[in-house]
């Protein structure tokens, strides 16, 4: 038998209607590009979204097209955010800082429609436009005031605040299939070209509402939240979304993400609960230190996109009397795994144990399964000591990747993170190592095999070996391991020098050591752990 009740799809539309009727007069503000502050509330973020889906039809954008954007924290990229997929076209949020290389090949692959960028970004934009061979219409995140020249850019560009004086809010978001895509990001870092991750309208709203559960991010109508994580960034942690479930106030911080910045607007604005890696962090509590400066407000942080130490989670707790939220996910996750968000006889721990517990990844929010399997694939138990590779499955996790439906990357329906990781007894997981040669630096992926790559076509290079060396700051950053061709004195500066322009710059390596041999097995396979077991401390003794 089955239960009678109403059937209403879950659309990403349908949290923003929430929003402009229950919470339509809290406020969101912004630090604009422009370098002023703008304020509005709900109920106008709804009525410009509106506009902005019918100036998207009369650009000729259809369901299922996708939009792509190019754009900071802001309330102009919030508004794309509803008007793009509320009205059935795909949200494409690009990563500024990659390579010109792969944002070319996002947008081609894609195949999107129309970019929209913040006028900073307008020199990626002139660089890129020449190399995409579909017609795009590009457009300006500004009003005519700021509007950038268009040299370079074929047809011109458009302006964001003319398309939404140019229409009315009289438009009523479309009934569509809750399983329809919905937004879309690129996962990079990995071997090969970046895998989009195509987002359904369902599965952002599931998302959605475990992300703001007490046990997870814990977000109310109480909250006033600054997403310092990027929007471009698998869409903000899904902070844009839950705002408007729960009425949270907003505080974007646009470009400008410096301690002073950020504690400014902390305090003005009575943040309560913000989200970033650690390394946005590190600079804030380093100003705030050193300024001898408190917050009035803050009283929770989510930390995440890389691990985070346990001495910056004390100085959180300790010092400034801000509670910590240690997070996991992925690109493929939506991207919340999970949340280290304490169990009541924790608490009561010694400080040491409790903190412990905090420093890692967290127990699985609803909607998310979790497993760790040995080398014979067999789970392994949760006993705080055994460790495998971490499987994941859920609503919210990646069945298969953007046009590459064929190729599907789970086995046995469970999605391999490539982490290596341990649970303990109450479900908190902590990860050990990576199966992939990635290094993850300030929240950021980057592709040992890029590095390696780039370097061996230097001529005076017999063998390159890109690792990740533990920073201070940065967490990991790629140390370039070189062996050099017979009768070689190729120098770290001309190494160094020879990948300006054929990778991003916070991609190019730190340093780079001379070694005489790259150690191999039986296979010919180089044997990267005992690199990294040799200089994995490279920079914390340097």
């Known amino acids: 038998m089955k239960g009678l009740m109403m059937q209403q799809p879950l659309l990403v539309s349908s949290l923003l209607t929430h929003a402009e009727r229950h919470h339509g007069e809290q406020e969101i503000v912004s630090k604009r590009v422009e370098g002023d502050i703008h304020r509005y509330r709900f109920r106008d973020l709804a009525k410009r979204a509106r506009c902005m889906a019918n100036a998207l039809a009369e650009l000729g954008v259809l369901p299922g097209d996708r939009v792509g954007t190019l754009a900071w924290n802001g309330y102009r990229h919030m508004e794309l955010y509803y008007a793009v997929s509320g009205s059935g076209a795909v949200l494409h949020t690009l990563n ?85 895509a919905s937004s879309l990001c690129y996962t990079s870092g990995t071997t090969g070209h970046p895998k989009g991750v195509l987002y359904s309208h369902r599965s952002t709203v599931l998302h959605t509402l475990a992300a703001a559960l007490p046990d997870a991010l814990n977000c109310s109508a109480w909250d006033t939240i600054l997403p310092v994580v990027p929007m471009f960034h698998v869409n903000a942690w899904g902070l844009p ?81 801000v509670d910590v939220l240690h997070a996991w996910g992925m690109t493929e996750l939506s991207p919340l795994g999970t949340v280290c968000s304490l169990k009541p006889h924790q608490v009561s721990m010694p400080p040491d144990e409790r903190l412990a517990i905090q420093a890692k990844q967290g127990r699985a929010v609803y909607g998310i399964d979790m497993k760790i399997v040995g080398d014979d694939g067999e789970e392994v138990p949760w006993d705080n000591a055994s460790a495998g590779e971490l499987m994941v499955r859920g609503p919210w996790v990646v069945d298969s990747y953007f046009r590459c439906a064929d190729v599907r990357p789970h086995r046995d329906s469970w999605f391999p993170t490539g982490d290596i990781a341990k649970i303990d007894a109450d479900g908190f997981m902590q990860i050990t190592d990576r199966a992939k040669d990635v290094i993850k630096s300030g929240g950021e992926w980057i592709s040992s095999v890029d590095i390696e790559n780039v370097a061996s076509v230097h001529p005076e290079v017999a063998s390159a070996v890109c690792i990740a060396a533990r920073h201070r700051k940065w967490d ?41 041999a790259v150690p191999l097995g039986a296979t010919g396979k180089v044997l990267k752990n005992r690199l990294r077991d040799q200089f994995q401390d490279y920079f914390l003794t340097a």
Not at 151 to 176: K, M, N, R
């Open 241 to 321: 979304y839950i705002a408007c479930m729960v009425g949270a106030k907003l505080v974007f911080p646009g470009p400008r993400l410096k301690g002073d910045s950020l504690y400014e607007l902390i305090e003005v604005e009575r943040v309560t609960m913000s989200a970033g890696v650690p390394t946005v962090w590190q600079g804030l509590l380093a100003y705030v230190n050193s300024q001898q400066l408190s917050f009035s407000s803050m009283r929770r942080t989510v930390i995440g996109g890389a691990a985070c130490s346990p001495a910056m989670i004390a100085e959180f707790q300790e010092v400034y009397c």
């Open 476 to 516: 990991e950053r790629p140390l370039l391991l070189i062996v050099r061709k017979a009768g070689s004195a190729v120098t770290t500066d001309e190494l160094l020098a020879f990948f300006d322009g054929k990778v991003a710059r916070w991609c190019k390596p730190d340093a780079v050591v001379f070694i005489d």
């Open 96 to 180: 500024p800082r990659l390579h010109l290389d792969q944002i070319v090949y996002m947008i081609a692959h894609a195949d999107d429609r129309v970019v929209f960028f913040d006028v900073d970004m307008l020199p990626i934009v002139q660089a890129i436009a020449a190399r995409i061979a579909n017609p795009i219409v590009f457009v300006a995140m500004t009003d005519r005031t700021y509007m950038p020249a268009s040299d370079g850019l074929p047809g011109g560009v458009l302006c964001y605040e003319e398309l939404i004086d140019a229409s009315d809010d009289d438009f009523e978001w479309p009934h569509l299939d809750e399983n329809d």
